[in-house]
T-cell receptor, first 114, second 109 residues
Framework: IAGITQAPTSQILAAGRRMTLRCTQD?????MYWYRQDLGLGLRLIHY???????GKGEVPDGYSVSRANTDDFPLTLASAVPSQTSVYFC?????????????FGPGTRLTVL | GQNIDQPTEMTATEGAIVQINCTYQ??????LFWYQQHAGEAPTFLSY??LDGLEEKGRFSSFLSRSKGYSYLLLKELQMKDSASYLC??????????WGAGTKLIIKP
């Protein structure tokens, strides 16, 4: 089934630990995105990648890093988690870069940092 | 700054019509999206407007006025399954997607 998957579904993490959220798409989309969604706030872009091998910073990149070694995978790493990173994280992809095409979202990862 | 404004919450009756408004102030404009998000799920695409006017797609329609910085999503013949949050998002001149906080729509029988 074509789509975008994320792992894990949820995670409870101690502050200071390192964590990688995984994201894989099989639609051969060029662009991929990581968002966080907090209650009362809109989706906020953390990092994005317009094509394999390139990445860029979004609105709230501090404390997060990404890599895009190939078209399909776009992992998000929290080097040293803090409680303010408690959130729901969504990965998304789109056929075209520059936000001009529909974004397809993964099911999300609910992360709690204690 | 860049801002997207939507009502936080709206309530409507099954079978009725509801209009969800979105106003935006962004650095430039290259299009506007509406997404639907059911509780605990991912957002899914509903519509895209780049030119002024109304785009109709089944029970859902989306309207855009670029001169007024305004859009609305119109939902007709409301069903209980339409209970969800509706997200407005604008592409600015730097091709960044700016998201509103969403409108939670509650449908009552």
């Amino acid at each position: 089934i074509a789509g975008i998957t994320q792992a894990p579904t949820s995670q409870i993490l101690a502050a200071g630990r390192r964590m990688t959220l995984r994201c894989t798409q099989d639609m051969r989309h060029n662009a991929m995105y990581w968002y966080r969604q907090d209650l009362g706030l809109g989706l906020r872009l953390i990092h994005y990648s317009n094509t394999a091998g390139t990445t860029g910073k979004g609105e709230v990149p501090d404390g997060y890093s990404v890599s895009r070694a190939n078209t399909d995978d776009f992992p998000l790493t929290l080097a040293s988690a803090v409680p303010s990173q408690t959130s729901v994280y969504f990965c998304a992809s789109s056929e075209a870069s520059g936000s001009l095409s529909e974004q397809f979202f993964g099911p999300g990862t609910r992360l709690t940092v204690l | 700054g860049q801002n997207i404004d939507q009502p936080t919450e709206m309530t409507a009756t099954e079978g009725a019509i509801v209009q969800i408004n979105c106003t935006y102030q962004t650095s430039g404009f290259n299009g506007l999206f509406w997404y639907q998000q059911h509780a605990g799920e991912a957002p899914t695409f509903l519509s895209y407007n780049v030119l002024d006017g109304l785009e109709e797609k089944g029970r859902f329609s989306s309207f855009l006025s670029r001169s007024k910085g305004y859009s609305y999503l119109l939902l007709k013949e409301l069903q209980m399954k339409d209970s969800a949050s509706y997200l407005c998002a604008v592409i600015n001149s730097n091709y960044q997607l700016i998201w509103g906080a969403g409108t939670k729509l509650i449908i009552k029988p």
